[in-house]
């Protein structure tokens, strides 16, 4: 499955390697430009640049976006019209390795752009050591594969386009208020309880701890609360797969 | 057929699509703005004023919200002119089916341009509402920032359709959105002050539209820009829209006619 995707993407690589483009733009956009506006912000007790604060929580962004499009646009599409999967049931590959296949190709794809992003962090002296990009590549994997797995989830409840607008209005306040470009000390208490909850928050949490150089117990929860959705996603997806595809 | 009949048939063929999603879209451009001012308003602002004071003498959000509204028309504009149009042209032939009939190329342009002006109507005031209900620009003249912001739609609108022109396929409308949309609208004075650019950058910001577009909201909201500065700010925008026309005119022409 994560060839025939392979295969399928060889002659779109320019697709991939524009859509990288993007987050590079938002962080000299936002880190630097609004950066001009805000010297520095406090988060967790430790004070950073903008820039610093801003880039980790851009690179969990990016990792959720890439791994919810591939899980639900694309693999709306090949659920329902190009049935891709109708064909390769019909072979030797079972319907968990359908899912299992999709997942970790969208997370092969989120790992490109993640080790690119790193290494521009680097360049512009926006990570506190180098050991910490590397563990932020693999906390960007982590988020892909947690959202992948929803994504795959609740795509297969979708019955038509019109519900994949659905998806992009809940991505929208995620990617605002997830702590994203301010930090949560901002809300009252009950918010930030709140926010504390959501899985880009987490995400973010991560990768802004390991990039600035804050290691604690904290990061663990966000490891564990991360793998769990991706599992429970995974299992749910190929129960709903295999009923859709087996009827 | 008159000049208006035919520009109208092309309106009323949108608008009937259109009544079928509405209400996606309605909620789109209501909460968007919402969610927007609310996060980069009111939770960025906050560091913002804390830090630098607000941006040239104003609150952040202040700054913020009209320079956002001129950015969401255009990417309304953007958005209307790409894969709309290309369906007519090619995918459901729309427009093949519209010239068999009396309605002309002249019409079905000044129809489509008066379907943006309307789809950006829709999105600017709703964003001006919303703008309002956080307290920002309460005077009269603070209401000139929506047709400020659809000239600014307008000014990428016409361009865009004469590129959608050109196109067989769609790949081309991601690059526009990625090297044409997303940076201007990062970089063209929205979010801050374009003084705040290296210098190559800022001459190419002031030669797009949107900058100027977001000097006219702004001065519009914040009732800091006199009548003749404003005339000149309009003259950018003004200026793409018109060769944008002549431009999309002379494509459509070529590519329809066969």
Not at chain 2, 126 to 147: D, K
């Amino acid at each position: 499955m994560v060839e025939r995707n392979v295969m399928a993407y060889r002659h779109n690589w320019i697709v991939i390697l524009s859509g990288f483009f993007e987050p590079v733009l938002y962080l000299l956009g936002i880190g630097f430009g609004l950066g001009s506006l805000v010297p520095a912000v406090t988060t967790g007790g430790h004070t950073v640049s903008y820039a610093m604060f801003v880039a980790p929580a851009l690179m969990a962004t990016s990792a959720m976006n890439g791994a919810v499009y591939e899980s639900t646009a694309n693999f709306f599409y090949k659920l329902k019209y190009a049935k891709t999967f109708e064909a390769v049931i019909q072979t030797p590959i079972g319907v968990e390795d359908a899912a299992m296949g999709e997942v970790i190709w969208a997370v092969i794809r989120g790992c490109l752009y993640s080790i690119g992003f790193v290494v521009i962090m680097e360049a512009l002296g926006l990570i506190a050591s180098p050991w910490g990009g590397v563990m932020a590549v693999l906390a960007a994997l982590l988020i892909g594969f947690a959202f992948a797995a929803l994504g795959v989830t609740i795509t297969t409840f979708m019955r038509q386009w019109q519900d994949q607008e659905i998806v992009q209005l809940a991505l929208q306040p995620m990617f605002l208020f997830s702590a994203t470009f301010f930090p949560i000390t901002v809300y009252p208490p009950i918010l930030q309880a709140f926010v504390a909850v959501t899985p880009l928050y987490r995400g973010i949490h991560l990768i802004r701890g390991l990039t600035t150089g804050q290691i604690d117990q904290g990061l663990l929860i966000d490891v564990l609360y991360l793998v769990l959705l991706g599992l429970v996603g995974v299992a749910v997806a190929s129960v709903r797969l295999r009923r859709r595809l087996l009827k | 057929m008159s000049l208006m009949a035919g520009t109208l048939h092309v309106v009323e063929h949108n608008a009937l699509v259109f009544r079928r999603i509405w209400r996606g879209s309605i909620a789109v451009s209501f909460f968007t703005p919402l969610f927007f001012l609310a996060a980069m308003g009111i939770g960025l602002g906050g560091l913002v004023n804390r830090n630098s004071g607000g941006v040239n003498g104003v609150p952040y959000l202040d700054f913020l919200a009209p320079g956002l509204i001129a950015a969401a028309c255009m990417q309304t504009a953007a958005i209307e002119a790409t894969y709309p149009i290309l369906a007519k042209i090619m995918w459901d032939k729309t427009y093949e089916a519209a010239l068999a009939t009396p309605v002309t190329i002249p019409d079905l342009i000044r129809g489509e341009v008066v379907w943006s002006i309307l789809r950006m109507s829709i999105v600017a005031t709703t964003f001006w509402i919303v703008m309002f209900l956080f307290g920002v620009g309460h005077s009269l003249s603070a209401l000139l920032a929506i047709p400020a912001s659809i000239l600014t739609g307008l000014a990428f609108a016409t361009p865009i359709m004469a590129f959608t022109a050109t196109r067989r396929n769609d790949a081309g409308f991601a690059a526009i959105n990625r090297f044409v949309i997303i940076p201007l609208y990062l970089l063209g004075g929205t979010f801050f002050p374009i003084a705040k650019l290296p210098l190559a950058l800022q001459a190419v910001a002031w030669a797009t539209p949107l900058s100027h577009g977001v000097v006219l909201t702004r001065g519009a909201v914040l009732g800091n820009i006199s009548a003749p500065e404003a005339a000149l700010h309009a003259l950018v925008p003004l200026a793409y829209f018109a060769a944008g026309l002549l431009m999309a005119r002379s494509l459509l022409m070529k590519r329809l006619a066969k």
